[in-house]
């Protein structure tokens, strides 16, 4: 298992492919709703094993010494063998590493356990994306 940056691109086409087929299509969203301003600033995260992209995340500057996590998504077909868990993990390394003190982000109501399970603490409903996903703010102090 490697976490890096995608570096080619080809490598850049599947990570903003995951993000889509994860995301954006489930939600009837056209190509390109998977991407936004932030991803010339975000620091890109990719789960590698072996040449095959498993995970992705972006990780942003939220505010001084908060970081927020972004655009999380684990390969459908391999849901259930960590790789979330690997993504987030690096994530929070990576802020730390930047001086960050607490991760936010905001949770797919359908991922809150997940987040629970991780050391995430719920601290309210937030927004629904499209009008349709509900959406959830969580923080995790380091």
Do not use: C
Not at 11 to 21: A, G, I, S, T
Not at 40 to 52: N, R, W
Not at 90 to 119: P, V
């Amino acid at each position: 298992m490697n976490v890096r940056s995608p570096e080619t691109e080809q490598e850049w086409e599947d990570y903003y492919d995951l993000r889509y087929r994860i995301l954006r299509e489930p939600l009837g969203k056209p190509r390109g709703s998977e991407r936004n301003d932030g991803d010339a600033t975000g620091i890109h995260l990719a789960l590698y094993d072996g040449a095959v992209l498993r995970a992705i995340a972006r990780l942003d500057q939220a505010e001084p010494k908060v970081s927020q996590t972004r655009f999380v998504a684990v390969d459908a077909s391999t849901r259930g063998k960590g790789y979330g868990r690997i993504i987030m993990e690096a994530a929070e390394k990576k802020s730390q590493e930047l001086g960050n003190e607490k991760m936010i982000l905001h949770a797919r109501d359908y991922a809150l356990d997940f987040y629970l399970k991780i050391g995430y603490t719920n601290i309210e409903k937030s927004y629904k994306l499209y009008d349709v996903l509900q959406h959830y703010l969580m923080e995790k102090v380091y």
